[in-house]
């Protein structure tokens, strides 16, 4: 939207902006902000190196080297239509105070910096990414913390009158009105979007009758795309705060209904050219496509650490739920962990859909790490068909369990993922896009949190054990 400071500062003082809003990522994914009145002493503030705050409070700096600055990007910014007063929201990066230098664990300088590398070496000019975020909608939901920890959720269809409006636990897919009774707030939430530049292609209830939903956008520039995906949570939390409904993203929200995945469509262009499609190749894909598919298959246990990177990501990855178990790809089969869309044959839009990942993900070291899995194997040459990772044109759920071993498994648990990670992270470190630091971070920061989990009597122990 702005190239200078100078230009956002003339838009604020044409449009009178009464709040400037610097939104940042966390390390684990979450939005952060400060703000700050738009007036002479912020924009000189912000022109002189930043606004100073503890980066070690977020996870991006050991405590001992705590004091960065938040620096706006001006191309992202927006007027924030959830303030009060007008305020003029930037999407930020944490820097160093001296040098000015991206903290070392800031996740949008890691996408630039992934983006970067792929320009350096020669292989494209853009890699463009677009996932799907699916999502439910609750009444609400209660959580009890402390001695008897629990939760309830209500679901929107609970108190539904009659029967015929309230679908069953996998009967919501594209269902129309009375049973959608979610369109409005997919509606509201999609204007909102569409008005900050989001492309939005289209929404639908998906699958989860307990009020499921899926918002899919066109496909954008790689880190463009990770902003959206924090724009995209942001404006439907938002969005459920104003009409009192919950919204969450977490992949399993509930037993034996289907999970929420957030599946990434990707390709790479060239000189105006899509890198990924070839008219005579299998399933319209060229070669480099190919080997592109073999990188992110062969390294995926690892790579499931970035993309999955929650206890509640592997209730999702479960055979049955349309959600991938093995490491293969197929052209229009929704069992495989890579599958090529079918309806997207044409050099414009032919691309790939990694479908493993869901939205507890840092949604810069989603697209990062994938583009880096992707490149190592072009780099390599390598071959998904020689590596046993596909094509397989049939739903594998319907197989023996013997033939089922013919096939290589992704993780099952959290713990397999990190420790594919701790063993396999070259393909990230290449020219600094990742770092050893971050890789030992973020392993020590998700093994906490599958300790919080294993030390925590889980609602099923209840129920299978209190009358022992």
């Known amino acids: 939207m702005f190239n200078t400071m100078q230009e956002a500062k003339q838009f604020a003082e044409k449009h009178h902006v009464r709040w400037i809003d610097l939104k940042f990522s966390d390390f684990a994914g979450r939005w952060r902000h400060v703000t700050l ?31 960065m600055v938040v620096k706006p990007v001006w ?44 320009r350096k070496s020669g292989i494209c000019d853009e890699a463009l990414f677009a996932p799907e975020y699916e999502f439910y909608v609750f009444d609400h939901i209660t959580q009890f913390s402390g001695l008897g920890s629990g939760y309830q959720m209500t679901p929107l269809y609970e108190n539904e009158a009659s029967d015929e409006n309230r679908p069953g636990p996998h009967g919501g897919y594209h269902m129309c ?34 009020g499921q939903s899926e918002i899919e956008v066109r496909l954008t520039p790689l880190v463009r795309a990770a902003d959206h995906a924090m724009l995209v949570k942001y404006v439907c939390r938002q969005v459920a705060r104003q009409m009192d409904v919950s919204v969450t993203f977490m992949p399993k929200p509930l037993f034996e209904h289907p999970g929420s995945g957030m599946h990434c469509h990707q390709t790479m262009y060239k000189n105006g050219q899509n ?63 890579i599958r090529i869309p079918t309806y997207a044959r044409s050099a414009s839009e032919q691309r790939i859909e990694f479908r493993t990942p869901d939205a507890t993900c ?48 992704l993780p099952t648990q959290l713990d397999q993922a990190l420790c594919a990670l701790e063993s396999n992270h070259e393909f990230l470190t290449v020219d600094g896009v990742f770092s050893d630091h971050f890789i030992g971070s973020w392993i020590k920061a998700k093994k906490k949190d599958e300790d919080r989990f294993v030390g925590n009597p889980h609602p099923a122990e209840i129920d299978m054990y209190y009358g022992f």
């Open 275 to 337: 890198l990924f499609f070839d008219t005579d190749g299998y399933a319209g894909l060229s070669t480099m496509a190919l080997q592109y598919i073999a990188g992110i298959l062969d390294n995926g246990s690892a790579l499931l650490a970035l993309t999955n990177p929650s206890v509640n990501s592997y209730k999702r990855l479960v055979p049955g739920y349309e959600a991938p178990t093995k490491a293969f790809f197929s052209p229009g089969n929704r069992s495989a962990a």
């Open 75 to 118: 191309e992202t910014g927006f007027i924030d239509p959830f303030f009060p007063e007008k305020t003029f929201s930037f999407i930020s990066e944490a820097r160093d105070i001296v040098t000015d230098d991206p903290s070392p664990l800031d996740p949008r300088a890691c996408a630039v910096r992934a983006m970067d590398y792929a």
């Open 362 to 409: 840092n949604p810069y070291f989603l697209v990062a790490g994938q583009l880096m899995a992707g490149l190592e194997g072009i780099r390599n040459k390598k071959d998904p068909k020689a590596l046993g990772l596909g094509p397989v044109e049939e739903n594998i759920f319907s197989w023996t369990p013997e033939r089922l071993e013919t096939l290589r498994s």
């Open 37 to 67: 009145p738009a007036d002479k002493r912020s924009w000189e503030l912000i022109d002189q190196g930043g606004v100073g705050f503890d980066a070690s409070s977020v996870g991006l700096m050991p405590l001992e080297k705590a004091d």
């Open 177 to 210: 009105p009375p049973v959608d009774r979610i369109l409005e707030y997919r509606s509201a939430v999609c204007r909102v979007l569409v008005d900050l530049g989001v492309p939005v292609h289209y929404h639908h209830h998906e699958v989860g009758g307990a």
